[in-house]
């Protein structure tokens, strides 16, 4: 019983949402304990310039975007730590949690653990990831950088349809590759990309490589799948949208989540299966995934972890 902590509100995640729930926790004195997670400050942190984001007419570094907000959750007295959830039990009150060989007994937990997304794994689209110099994983978030500019896209389901047309409506013209010979997209969304002349859809297309010179992105070299004939194709922009991994794996014994692991919450609220425990963010959502939608459901998720630990004083 030595190396137990009894804590009010315990938050798991350190994105927009963990930060906003933790700035709305503090200010109602719930005397929260953030926990930051493997990726401390979320996917925003590997973005560079946050346009869409609002109160910065200027636009924002990702990574500032975040500083930003821990500091402010910090100001209202949020203790934020280090470390990551290794272990849960949520089977009874108060629930319990494990930060390695630390346990935690906590009487409302808010999750904003987000979701992490997938991409190819080439070494060179890693390194221009990291440069932010052409490669990202949200259409929404970056494709304005990349107006009237030649851009490719790699995905086959809704989403990446989606993106696509999203993309022809700010670029010169998009190249979408699929790897199969056909899309998994519903057929009204396969429709809509082989109708837009902006869209020049490859498929039995794989990418062997993203081009640049160091910084930023000049080409893509891809191979066709069934003839095995490489080309080159000059862009400056290299969408990934191969889905997302919501971050939710250790909470699944307890909490309700849908077949590709995104936590379930009551419409309209941010209330999971289980009393006392919350969503906030990436983690359940399966549809926008903004940096500004994340940080509307910490705040949401904030206050009804107050209204549940109402009921328990």
């Not at 924002?60 to 907000?69: A, N, P, R, W």
């Not at 409302?108 to 932010?132: C, D, M, N, R, W």
């Not at 609220?269 to 509307?296: C, E, P």
Request: hydrophobic share 40%; charged share 20%.
């Amino acid at each position: 019983m030595a190396n137990i902590e009894k804590i009010k509100c315990l938050i798991i995640g350190s994105g927009p949402a963990g930060y906003t729930a933790a700035i709305y926790a503090s200010r109602a004195n719930l005397s929260p304990v953030l926990y930051q997670g493997e990726q401390p400050g979320g996917q925003l942190t590997t973005t560079n310039e946050v346009e869409n984001f609002p109160g910065y007419p200027e636009g924002v570094m990702g990574s500032e975007l975040m500083i930003h907000l821990e500091q402010q959750a910090k100001r209202f007295g949020t203790d934020i730590r280090n470390g990551w959830i290794t272990k849960v039990d949520f089977s009874a009150l108060p629930h319990k949690v494990w930060v390695e060989d630390k346990e935690i007994h906590a009487d409302a937990v808010i999750i904003a653990t987000g979701a992490s997304a997938k991409y190819l794994g080439l070494p060179s689209e890693q390194h221009y990831l990291k440069t932010g110099g052409g490669v990202s994983a949200c259409a929404v978030c970056d494709g304005f950088f990349y107006r009237n500019q030649h851009v490719a896209i790699v995905g086959a389901g809704d989403s990446a349809c989606e993106e696509a047309l999203y993309l022809a409506n700010i670029c010169a013209n998009v190249t979408m590759l699929v790897r199969r010979d056909e899309f998994r997209a519903s057929q009204i969304m396969k429709e809509r990309v082989l109708k837009n002349e902006k869209i020049k859809v490859l498929f039995n297309t794989e990418t062997e490589e993203i081009i640049g010179d160091g910084q930023v992105v000049t080409a893509i070299k891809v191979r066709n799948n069934k003839t095995n004939e490489s080309t080159e194709i000059p862009i400056t922009g290299f969408f990934v949208a191969i889905g997302h991994k919501p971050n939710t794996d250790v909470f699944k014994a307890y909490i309700d989540t849908d077949e590709v692991g995104y936590i379930k919450n009551v419409p309209g609220t941010s209330l999971t299966n289980v009393k006392g425990v919350f969503v906030a963010g990436d983690a359940a959502d399966t549809r926008y995934r903004q940096a500004i939608t994340a940080a509307g459901s910490g705040c949401m998720a904030a206050l009804d972890a107050e209204k549940y630990l109402m009921t328990l004083e």
